[in-house]
């Protein structure tokens, strides 16, 4: 590699890196500054941070949102990786005829796209009572096709030997999925946990359209009421937007290679 | 006797395997098919409400005399053509460039590039609403170098509306691609771009004869996944641009949920409209498989 092209790779990996982080850096120190200090193209943090927060506290209820989303996106979770997994491990280790066939229907589901279910799972959950409620939250993604794949996928690595002689000592198929299986796909469970959570966490269309109540209010539905008015003040919304944006980081800088492996993993 | 045991041992696992996998089946069964079918049957229907009548196809033909709803078709076309070739091929450069043996920090690099995947879809259409804004930090520069006299309006021009939709993208989507080529040149041995090296082949040559070739199935997932998801924005254009100026980035997800929740609900024609969306996908994912096939 001659040196000329060795810096111009350098420089424009510098350059796009740069785009990367800097509107996150600028939310950071946005949310640092007072609105008049943000207009004026300040980019240093400040030290307006409490009052933002105060004023935040003061317009929209962020604890209550912020524990909504807690909540559901966890249960969501929990509850997605156990009826994904419990699936994807039926599928590959019992597998036969018919639930391949299965299986590639269920992966048709993949391409449904969501504002085409949108208004009959609406109509059902208000039908079922189930409109700002967890369960109407958690009900359309608790099982999807992708997790199922993922874990189909890495059920194909679980050793038959180990299978067959639990079964010989008498392990029920049950106990050898909860004591056997989980404890050997950790890092499969790590991945399908970290997507499965920003998904939630993220979600935006769904909410919006069930969560009728301004007390079942996910994260980013306030942080999106926070634009809405003539006067914009960014201090505080930045601030807004970057505790809507702190669970995800977290998750990110912990399991980022889970991460990774998470969007990816099915697809290997 | 054995035999015949082993037969129910083999009947037996066989209802086991059933048993694991019906909850996850049946919940994928009545919250996608299900709803899907009766979406299609709603879209022949018409009314407000519980008084729905069977109207035919009117839904269908009145989608097509629709201009917002044709407009949110064109809107969402533009951001596809141009956003999924453009991010696609930065996003292959860099990973391509990453994939490089001799780079140093790489894994700074590739954490930085990847780093707008933390952020959620409606912060960082908020974060790039206020930095776009007409008191936005990008006007604040552009004025203060001179490249412009006045702070321009991006949000509410047409155009310049729909190019920040496209930039917002880009941003938030490329180190996502750009993980899965990634992923796939891993499976790649180094060694091929070695031999090509001594070969003679340039690091222009070796892209296009080595890394695309060999990317293609990566590069055919991320191009039906990246088409599928733009087909559906959503977030976007509500939060950034709100589909202004006069619906003019308005995207079909967009109008659709407008039309169902926002305005006076009209579940049928929203139903119809959102089958279009179905039937898109479907074409255009079939289309990239063929097209991906023949190259072979």
């Not at chain 1, 060795?6 to 800097?22: A, H, R």
């Not at chain 1, 807690?70 to 009826?83: D, E, G, H, N, R």
């Not at chain 1, 992708?146 to 059920?155: E, P, Y």
């Not at chain 2, 196809?57 to 044709?70: E, G, P």
Request: glycine share 6%; net charge positive; hydrophobic share 50%.
């Amino acid at each position: 590699m001659t040196k000329v092209r060795k810096i111009g790779m350098y420089v424009f990996l510098c350059i796009v890196s740069f785009i990367s982080v800097f509107p996150l850096y600028w939310m950071v120190s946005a949310a640092t500054n007072k609105s008049a200090d943000v207009i004026s193209g300040r980019l240093i943090p400040g030290g307006y941070f409490m009052e933002n927060l105060n004023n935040l506290l003061a317009s929209q209820n962020i604890g209550r949102a912020f524990g909504n989303s807690f909540k559901y996106a966890a249960i969501l979770t929990i509850a997605s990786l156990l009826v994904s997994s419990l699936a994807g491990y039926g599928f590959e280790i019992f597998h036969d005829k018919g639930k391949d066939l299965l299986m590639s229907i269920i992966l048709l589901a993949m391409m449904v796209p969501f504002v085409a279910t949108m208004i009959p799972l609406f109509q059902m959950c208000s039908k079922a009572g189930w409109l700002n409620t967890t369960i109407g939250f958690i009900l359309p993604t608790i099982s999807t096709p992708f997790l199922i794949m993922m874990f189909r996928q890495s059920a194909r690595s679980f050793p038959h030997d180990i299978m067959e002689a639990a079964r010989i000592d008498g392990l029920s198929e049950i106990r050898i999925f909860f004591q056997m299986f989980i404890p050997t796909m950790r890092s499969t469970y790590a991945a399908a946990m970290t997507i499965t959570f920003m998904n939630a966490w993220n979600s935006y269309l769904w909410p919006k359209v069930i969560m009728t109540d301004s007390a079942s209010q996910t994260m980013p539905m306030v942080v999106a009421n926070l634009t809405e008015g003539y006067v914009t003040d960014y201090g505080m919304l930045m601030l807004a937007v970057l505790i809507c944006t702190l669970p995800t980081a977290v998750v990110f800088f912990c399991l980022q290679n889970a991460f990774a492996e998470g969007i990816t993993g099915a697809v290997k | 006797m054995s035999k015949s045991k082993k037969m129910t041992l083999s009947k037996k696992q066989n209802l086991t395997g059933w048993v694991f996998l019906a909850p996850g089946a049946f919940l994928i069964f009545i919250m996608s098919f299900v709803p899907m079918f009766r979406a299609l049957l709603l879209s022949f229907k018409s009314g407000v409400g519980a008084n729905m009548k069977w109207s035919g196809i009117s839904n269908y033909v009145r989608m097509f005399q629709d201009t917002v709803f044709v407009q949110s078709i064109k809107n969402t076309f533009f951001y596809l053509i141009i956003q999924v070739p453009v991010m696609l091929i930065l996003a292959l450069v860099l990973a391509s460039i990453l994939n490089n043996k001799d780079l140093r920090f790489k894994g700074l690099f590739r954490t930085m590039i990847f780093l707008p995947c933390a952020t959620s879809l409606v912060a960082y259409a908020i974060i790039f609403r206020s930095l776009f804004a007409n008191n936005g930090l990008v006007n604040l520069i552009l004025v203060n170098l001179g490249i412009l006299d006045q702070p321009y309006a991006f949000l509410t021009n047409t155009t310049s509306a729909r190019i920040v939709i496209i930039i917002a993208l880009l941003w938030r989507w490329t180190g996502y691609n750009m993980v899965f080529y990634l992923s796939g040149l891993q499976n790649i041995e180094y060694s091929v771009y070695e031999a090509a090296k001594i070969d003679g082949a340039s690091a222009v040559q070796s892209f296009f004869k080595i890394t695309v070739p060999l990317l293609k199935p990566t590069i055919l997932l991320t191009a039906i996944m990246s088409t599928n998801g733009t087909l559906q924005l959503f977030d976007e254009s509500v939060n950034l641009t709100s589909g202004g100026p006069a619906n003019t980035s308005i995207t079909m997800s967009h109008y659709i949920y407008d039309m169902s929740f926002k305005y006076v609900p009209n579940f049928g024609y929203a139903a119809a409209m959102s089958f279009l969306i179905l039937v898109l996908v479907a074409v255009l994912a079939f289309l990239q498989m063929k097209v991906g096939d023949k190259r072979d």
